[in-house]
């Protein structure tokens, strides 16, 4: 699966386009997390448990919205864009999406 930011892929031509796709993942924080989390912010620098738990989100996220797009048959997606809200108190929502497409090796002509 080809996965891009762009609207295009160099050396990829369009075949067909397949539309949205988007994955989610939301996550609660951990107490614990929380307590060490206030306790770094107190004394500065990184706050490792909750880029450890985003980063985990966003992976997810992208794993989802990449199933959906193969349930489509798409072998690629374009204009991959990440989202991140926060639904409730104490949670972030992560969402990838993009539009699924098919596309083909230039080289295949």
């Known amino acids: 699966m080809i996965l891009v930011t762009t609207d295009e892929i160099p050396d990829r031509k369009i ?3 397949l539309g949205l796709v988007r994955g989610t993942s939301v996550r609660g924080r951990h107490i ?3 307590l060490l989390a206030h306790l770094r ?3 500065g620098g990184e706050i490792h448990e909750y880029t ?3 980063s985990e989100a966003r992976e997810q996220a992208l794993d ?7 349930s489509l048959g ?4 374009i204009g991959l864009q990440f ?10 929502e992560v969402l990838a999406y993009g539009t699924a497409v ?8």
């Open 15 to 17: 075949q067909r386009t």
């Open 64 to 70: 989802r919205m990449v199933a959906e797009a193969r």
């Open 74 to 77: 798409a072998n690629a997606v």
């Open 52 to 54: 450890k738990m985003l």
């Open 41 to 43: 912010n107190a004394v």
């Open 83 to 92: 989202t991140t809200s926060s639904p409730t108190p104490g949670s972030s």
């Open 32 to 34: 614990g997390r929380d």
């Open 102 to 109: 098919i596309v083909q090796d230039l080289t295949d002509d």
